[in-house]
T-cell receptor, first 112, second 112 residues
Framework: KQEVTQIPAALSVPEGENLVLNCSFT??????LQWFRQDPGKGLTSLLL?????REQTSGRLNASLDKSSGRSTLYIAASQPGDSATYLC???????????FGTGTLLAVQP | DGGITQSPKYLFRKEGQNVTLSCEQN?????MYWYRQDPGQGLRLIYY???????QKGDIAEGYSVSREKKESFPLTVTSAQKNPTAFYLC???????????FGQGTRLTVV
């Protein structure tokens, strides 16, 4: 059974710092991996989608990498801002069912 | 504006009542999903549907029911058999396969 883990569970950094969020999964047979952002009491906003054949994706200050063989993904946030404060979730899709399986998230606080 | 609309935003249920949460999408997506989010537990899959008139149980389907009579609609009924229904419910959709998933803004259900 696929399990997804995110470390750390919470992170607090000063504004302007570069940071890395980690996501690991136990079954490397995935179709894709998706990173989401969730603000308190809100739905999920898709940040980046990495297909299984890709190594990384970039959008603005965000860069996500994927190493399928080791079961790991990282989300790199450059020059963090207070507006980046949110919970970041990763999810993998694998098998014929197209189900997203989520990690429990990393709560990020960027201090001004 | 394309997207996923969940309603209502807040819902209160009395003991023994069935309630229905609405999810509508105008993205022409084939696949739709219902997730439940509890503090500290991440998102857990309740039901999913990959095509009209077909749906499958997720990891925590007991006490819930769904229908998929139209491509754009995937309502979730929380029945009286669900003993702990207080949670944040999220609906998502995608083209299926290895494609990006999009989420609605969620419905917060509280038992009173």
């Amino acid at each position: 059974k696929q399990e997804v883990t995110q470390i750390p569970a919470a992170l607090s950094v000063p504004e302007g710092e570069n940071l890395v969020l980690n996501c690991s999964f136990t079954d490397s047979a995935i179709y894709n991996l998706q990173w989401f952002r969730q603000d308190p009491g809100k739905g999920l906003t898709s940040l980046l989608l990495i297909q299984s054949s890709q190594r990384e994706q970039t959008s603005g200050r965000l860069n996500a990498s994927l190493d399928k063989s080791s079961g790991r993904s990282t989300l790199y946030i450059a020059a963090s801002q207070p507006g980046d404060s949110a919970t970041y979730l990763c999810a993998v899709v694998g098998g014929a069912t197209n189900k997203l399986i989520f990690g429990t998230g990393t709560l990020l606080a960027v201090q001004p | 504006d394309g997207g996923i609309t969940q309603s209502p935003k807040y819902l209160f249920r009395k003991e023994g009542q069935n309630v229905t949460l609405s999810c509508e999408q105008n993205l022409n997506h084939d696949a739709m999903y219902w997730y439940r989010q509890d503090p500290g537990q991440g998102l857990r899959l309740i039901y999913y549907s990959q095509i009209v008139n077909d749906f499958q149980k997720g990891d925590i389907a007991e006490g819930y029911s769904v229908s998929r009579e139209k491509k754009e609609s995937f309502p979730l009924t929380v029945t009286s058999a669900q003993k702990n229904p207080t949670a944040f419910y999220l609906c998502a959709s995608s083209w299926g396969g290895s494609t990006e998933a999009f989420f609605g803004q969620g419905t917060r259900l509280t038992v009173v």
